[in-house]
Nanobody, 115 residues
Framework: QVQLVESGGGLVQPGGSLRLSCAVS????????MGWYRQAPGKQRELVAT???????VYADSVKGRFTISRDYGRNTVYLQMNSMKPDDTAAYFC?????????WGQGTQVTVSS
């Protein structure tokens, strides 16, 4: 069974940066779509960014130019680099994997942007 474990969340000031990591048990296949989603209190879970086969990536309009998703096959890890952060980025961030083995989610990591 695939397990995803997020880390790297915390408190950051507006304009600051954080890097989230998602460690995947087992192998990440090149065909797997890896993604980051977030959910703020009282709101629905929303897409932040995904990365598919090759170098294809998709970003939410709200994070374009500020966030970068990347994957390290050797370390079975997916990252989300978050720069120029805003209070609206405050949410629980979840890692996801979707592929031939099905769809899986991590337990989430909290990110708070506040002065």
């Amino acid at each position: 069974q695939v397990q995803l474990v997020e880390s790297g969340g915390g408190l950051v000031q507006p304009g600051g940066s954080l890097r989230l990591s998602c460690a995947v048990s087992g192998i990440i296949f090149s065909s797997d779509v890896m993604g980051w989603y977030r959910q703020a209190p009282g709101k629905q879970r929303e897409l932040v960014a995904t990365t598919g086969s090759g170098t294809s990536t998709v970003y939410a309009d709200s994070v374009k130019g500020r966030f970068t998703i990347s994957r390290d096959y050797g370390r079975n890890t997916v990252y989300l680099q978050m720069n120029s952060m805003k209070p609206d980025d405050t949410a629980a961030y979840f890692c996801s994997l979707s592929g031939r083995r099905g769809a899986y989610w991590g337990q989430g990591t909290q990110v708070t942007v506040s002065s």
